[in-house]
């Protein structure tokens, strides 16, 4: 298998694990502003297997800006953004990442709130493209206010697909509680344990 070949089955195969974090999202209380039809702010939170679906979109309304506000059922941590954006004019270049806000934050609010992250948003790309967030603000995450702008054609934005990739908080900490003894086994398993070894150390008939 080429190395072509490879690269392609490892982006076919990212989204399906465990570290895509389509589950862990709230998605009826996924919320947009300046949406042409609000409910769509929903529709671009889709299942792995429909990320490349075009009959589904959120599109801006009255200009190129647009928030979409994406609640968490528990705190995760996001190793990074999975987006297919508009073609052509529509493809936003612009993206600003708030975290952690209680309300879904407004345009007025964005312009005087520092953003956690900054991104330029690649052109041109038809798939969905990975953008690594590689920051201590992105580890405990109960909730992310996503302003898109600056479209190409300085219109309109339009999104078909977001996605994240990361781990959820809980099943860490789930996880290593099932890995741990209870007192009472510990107790139990020692005292069995001492008396195999008394027995093992006993002269035996021969």
């Given at each position: 298998m080429s190395g072509e070949d490879l690269n392609s089955l490892a982006t076919e195969l990212a989204g399906t694990n465990l570290s895509n974090l389509y589950a862990s999202i709230d998605r009826q209380n996924v919320h947009g502003l300046n949406l042409t039809t609000p409910e769509d702010a929903k529709a671009i939170i889709k299942p792995w297997a429909e990320r490349e679906d075009t009959t589904k979109y959120a599109e801006s309304n009255v200009d190129d800006q647009l928030i979409i506000h994406v609640p968490f059922n528990e705190n995760v941590r996001i190793r990074s953004i999975l987006l297919k954006l508009g073609r052509g004019?529509?493809?936003?270049?612009?993206?600003?990442?708030?975290?952690?806000?209680?309300?879904?934050?407004?345009?007025?609010?964005?312009?005087?709130?520092?953003?956690?992250?900054?991104?330029?948003?690649?052109?041109?790309?038809?798939?969905?493209?990975e953008y690594p967030l590689r920051s201590a603000a992105f580890a405990s995450v109960h909730s992310l206010s996503l302003f898109f702008s600056e479209a190409v054609g300085e219109e309109q934005s339009r999104i078909f697909y977001l996605g994240f990739k990361g781990d959820m908080r809980s099943v860490k900490r789930e996880t290593a509680s099932e890995l741990e003894v209870p007192a009472h086994h510990a107790t139990d398993a020692s005292i069995t344990t001492r008396a195999e070894n008394r027995a093992a150390q006993q002269p035996t008939a021969r």
């Open positions: 004019e529509s493809t936003p270049r612009h993206l600003r990442i708030y975290v952690n806000h209680a309300t879904i934050i407004d345009f007025s609010d964005a312009e005087d709130t520092r953003p956690q992250l900054n991104i330029s948003l690649q052109e041109g790309e038809t798939k969905v493209v």
